[in-house]
């Protein structure tokens, strides 16, 4: 077994746009940039080759600024990977973040809605598969996260790559998320729905490696 500490340096930007309408509407911008600190523990156990566990707890941190203030939390990780072939990795991972009143909060901007602070803890699980052919890794995967807002749900990813390496110094990667999210629906006492939103996402990436 083996166990590592992490400290680490955050970095934050950010950007707030309003249009205030009182008598007349108008725009004003806040950005600026702030940091903190935070640290991991985590421990690997491998069992055997076909076999390793590995558990990892993020510290939660706060840090602020006369504009915004970054609240944090703790995340929870537990990691499991099975090779049942000798080309063949099963991933599968569970988080406990602990979200609730935690968030971003802006001095001067009301977040009537509930997007930027947790309403409730948040668990996620996820799972893929990664098989090694020749120089070529190819891999898919699913993860399902608990929304934190105050209208729940669960958003759905659905996950497409693959990787090639060129020699034992550069390797290129690309990859492919849909993003099915949780349907977001206010409805009055009496049961009429007000405002009902549906969001999809997709997402590509394509990264180049070298190893010194």
């Given at each position: 077994?083996?166990?590592?500490?992490?400290?680490?340096?955050?970095?934050?930007?950010?950007?707030?746009?309003?249009?205030?309408?009182l008598v007349r509407c108008q725009?004003?911008?806040?950005?600026?940039?702030?940091?903190?600190?935070?640290?991991?523990?985590?421990?690997?156990?491998?069992?055997?080759?076909?076999?390793?566990?590995?558990?990892?707890?993020?510290?939660?941190?706060?840090?602020?600024?006369?504009?915004?203030?970054?609240?944090?939390?703790?995340?929870?990780?537990?990691?499991?990977?099975?090779?049942?072939?000798?080309?063949?990795?099963?991933?599968?991972?569970?988080?406990?973040?602990?979200?609730?009143?935690?968030?971003?909060?802006?001095?001067?901007?009301?977040?009537?809605?509930?997007?930027?602070?947790?309403?409730s803890d948040s668990q996620r699980?996820?799972?893929?598969?990664?098989?090694?052919?020749?120089?070529?890794?190819?891999?898919?995967?699913?993860?399902?996260?608990?929304?934190?807002?105050?209208?729940?749900?669960?958003?759905?990813?659905?996950?497409?790559?693959?990787?090639?390496?060129?020699?034992?110094?550069?390797?290129?990667?690309?990859?492919?998320?849909?993003?099915?999210?949780?349907?977001?629906?206010?409805?009055?006492?009496?049961?009429?729905?007000?405002?009902?939103?549906?969001?999809?996402?997709?997402?590509?990436?394509?990264?180049?490696?070298?190893?010194?």
């Amino acid at each position: 077994m083996s166990i590592g500490l992490t400290v680490e340096s955050l970095q934050s930007q950010y950007l707030l746009e309003q249009e205030v309408c009182l008598v007349r509407c108008q725009d004003s911008k806040i950005e600026g940039t702030t940091s903190g600190w935070s640290g991991a523990i985590s421990a690997t156990w491998q069992v055997s080759q076909a076999l390793s566990f590995a558990a990892t707890h993020r510290l939660a941190s706060q840090y602020s600024d006369a504009n915004i203030e970054f609240d944090l939390p703790d995340i929870t990780s537990l990691y499991a990977t099975w090779s049942p072939l000798k080309n063949l990795d099963w991933h599968t991972t569970y988080s406990y973040t602990q979200w609730k009143n935690k968030g971003i909060r802006y001095t001067d901007y009301s977040d009537v809605i509930g997007l930027l602070v947790g309403a409730s803890d948040s668990q996620r699980f996820a799972t893929s598969l990664n098989y090694h052919i020749a120089s070529w890794d190819l891999r898919v995967g699913l993860s399902l996260d608990e929304a934190i807002d105050a209208f729940g749900g669960n958003d759905i990813r659905y996950r497409v790559g693959a990787g090639y390496r060129f020699n034992t110094n550069w390797r290129t990667d690309i990859a492919f998320v849909f993003e099915d999210y949780a349907r977001k629906e206010y409805n009055t006492n009496s049961g009429d729905s007000l405002v009902a939103v549906q969001n999809e996402g997709f997402a590509a990436g394509l990264g180049v490696t070298y190893t010194f």
